[in-house]
């Protein structure tokens, strides 16, 4: 359910970024001819603002997503928007609309700010103006009934990103391209799709929208690095450190899907999750391809999975201590 307000701030050439506000939310006016529409230059973020135990509202890391937001915005030839506007932006939204966070468990303000090349040309360059806008909109928790172990189809045609591509930006366009291969994964009976890399068809790499990890009977974990062709989660970014602050052995590396499927066989792979903002930590109970399909443990939801989600719920709602400073307290 959206709210109320948004935010919007102007760039062009001359004058740079201008033109910050907060008003009431309201259709855009828009020229045929802007650029976003024909070439897709536009780029977003996505974040959440929860009700901490004490009553008070906090930020998760938003100082992160502003950095990514610049480097998105360069891989996309467009002007990185000051770190400080970014989250000076997404905290006035988010004191001007708390009273929309649900008070219900795992509600949250899911804050979606994005840019667009505004320009009306039809001429093939970075546009010469773009917009900035924020909107709000109040959420119940991701998958109704709690986390549900998820299926993954994974995807042997079709790639998400290739070396030298947009996969590390968080753009729209990655999304455009990995919806065919999503909606096979329904047609298939599953629930999300699971892309491996453009190269060898064979490393693992992330979902539509949400990174993923490999639990080990030997207590370690595993990710896959930060290549270029997959977007750098946030979560998954707290999760390796949190993983890493208890003594886990919490490594980066590459895992190819026929060791997965060999490991689930074997007893040596025990669990396995995908992870993002909106979904937070989501289990994953079966995998299946053209010609294979395999179980995760029992197929449900792990103990070292659910752990992992009420640590990282907890700290975001202010239940545990935050040894990084990651809560930003919004009054
Ligand atoms: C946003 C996103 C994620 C998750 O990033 P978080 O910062 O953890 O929300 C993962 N993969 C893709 C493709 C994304 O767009």
């Known amino acids: 359910m ?46 959440k603002a929860y009700r901490t135990d004490d009553g008070g509202v906090a930020l998760f890391r938003p100082e992160a997503n502003a950095r990514r937001f610049q480097e998105s915005a360069r891989r996309l030839a467009m002007p990185p928007l000051p770190e400080e506007y970014f989250v000076e932006s997404v905290r006035a939204l988010v004191a001007q609309e708390r009273e929309w966070i649900p008070e219900i468990e795992g509600g949250a303000l899911y804050l979606r700010p994005f840019m667009i090349a505004s320009e009306v040309f039809l001429g093939v360059k970075p546009a010469g103006e773009y917009l900035y806008m924020v909107l709000a909109s109040a959420t119940g928790a991701y998958w109704k009934g709690g986390a549900r172990a998820i299926s993954l189809w994974v995807s042997h045609e079709h790639s998400r990103a290739a070396a030298g591509g947009t996969g590390a930006a968080k753009c729209g366009g990655n999304y455009a391209s990995s919806l065919v291969a999503q909606a096979e994964a329904i047609r298939r009976g599953c629930d999300q799709v699971v892309f491996l890399d453009a190269a060898e068809r064979r490393w693992i790499e992330e979902l539509g929208g949400m990174n993923i990890f490999f639990l080990f009977a030997d207590g370690s974990m595993v990710t896959p690095p930060l290549t270029g062709t997959i977007l750098p989660g946030i979560t998954r970014d707290s999760i390796l450190r949190m993983a890493r602050d208890e003594g886990v052995d919490a490594r980066e590396e590459q895992y190819s899907i026929d060791q997965w499927q060999e490991d689930a066989a074997s007893g040596r792979l025990v669990e396995a999750f995908a992870c993002g903002t909106a979904a937070v930590v989501t289990p994953i109970g079966r995998v299946a391809g053209p010609d294979y399909g395999f179980t995760i443990g029992d197929g449900g939801t792990g103990p070292r999975t659910a752990r992992i989600l009420e640590r990282l719920s907890d700290l975001q709602r202010g239940r545990a201590p935050d040894p990084h400073g990651w809560l930003q307290r919004v009054d």
């Open 2 to 47: 959206f709210t109320d307000h948004m935010v919007t701030m102007r760039w062009s050439e001359d004058a740079g970024w201008h033109e910050g506000r907060l008003h009431a939310r309201q259709p855009l006016t828009m020229d045929p001819a802007a650029a976003v529409l024909h070439y897709a230059q536009e780029i977003f973020e996505g974040l």
